[in-house]
Antibody
Framework: EVQLVESGGSLVQPGGSLKLSCVASGFTFSNYWMDWVRQTPGKSLEWIGEINTDGSKTNYAPSIKDRFTISRDNAKSTLYLQMSNVKSDDTAIYYC??????WGQGVMVTVSS | DVVMTQTPVSLSVAIGQPASISCKSSQSLVGTSGKTYLNWLLQRPGQSPKRLIYLVSKLDSGIPDRFSGSGSETDFTLKISRVEADDLGVYYCLQGTHFPDTFGAGTKLELK
């Protein structure tokens, strides 16, 4: 059974940093591109970015503007999202997903002073 | 970015009745490969989204054939032939043809 489990969400102050993790199981993690998506309170979904199978290529939504970095550790079957210089608009539930077919349970990030 | 416009915003349907959701894109979703990367997702209350349909009309594994997707170019439709209680939630269309992937704002399906 495919499982994606995110962790690392918390309350963070504006301008701060946070690193989210997504541990995968039930499939060969190193064979798949992975994506991060977020859902702001009461609003729709926003694609954040993606990473290729070996971690050598990443693509990001223009709105992220170099503040976020996606990486992966295939030996640990883990995907990461490093968030820097966070803003109140980054308050959201963050999901990792494989091809939109499988999603984690999501992790809440709240940016507030 | 490609804008995905869903209608209606909300839909109230009785159990056993059909439902239909429209999704229109601001530009054609036919890719250079000839494929159309249009997906439909369902987010049940308190849950993560779940993909129902990909490539316009292909049902994901385990999705009942009460669900169907159709459309081309810029106009797409999700239909439920007979709504069941388990179908309640917010439906999203999602395009993956043009960078970046973009979602519709969602259609909330409620029971009448």
């Amino acid at each position: 059974e495919v499982q994606l489990v995110e962790s690392g969400g918390s309350l963070v102050q504006p301008g701060g940093s946070l690193k989210l993790s997504c541990v995968a199981s039930g499939f060969t993690f190193s064979n798949y591109w992975m994506d991060w998506v977020r859902q702001t309170p009461g609003k729709s979904l926003e694609w954040i970015g993606e990473i290729n199978t070996d971690g050598s290529k990443t693509n990001y939504a223009p709105s992220i503007k170099d503040r976020f970095t996606i990486s992966r550790d295939n030996a640990k079957s883990t995907l990461y999202l490093q968030m820097s210089n966070v803003k109140s608009d980054d308050t959201a539930i963050y999901y990792c997903t494989i091809n939109w077919a499988y999603w984690g349970q999501g992790v809440m990030v709240t940016v507030s002073s | 970015d490609v804008v995905m416009t869903q209608t209606p915003v909300s839909l109230s349907v009785a159990i056993g009745q059909p439902a239909s959701i429209s999704c229109k894109s601001s530009q054609s979703l036919v890719g250079t490969s000839g494929k159309t990367y249009l997906n439909w997702l369902l987010q049940r209350p308190g849950q993560s989204p779940k993909r129902l349909i990909y490539l316009v009309s292909k049902l994901d594994s385990g999705i009942p054939d009460r669900f169907s997707g159709s459309g081309s170019e810029t106009d797409f439709t999700l239909k439920i032939s007979r709504v069941e209680a388990d179908d309640l939630g917010v439906y999203y269309c999602l395009q993956g043809t043009h960078f970046p992937d973009t979602f519709g704002a969602g259609t909330k399906l409620e029971l009448k």
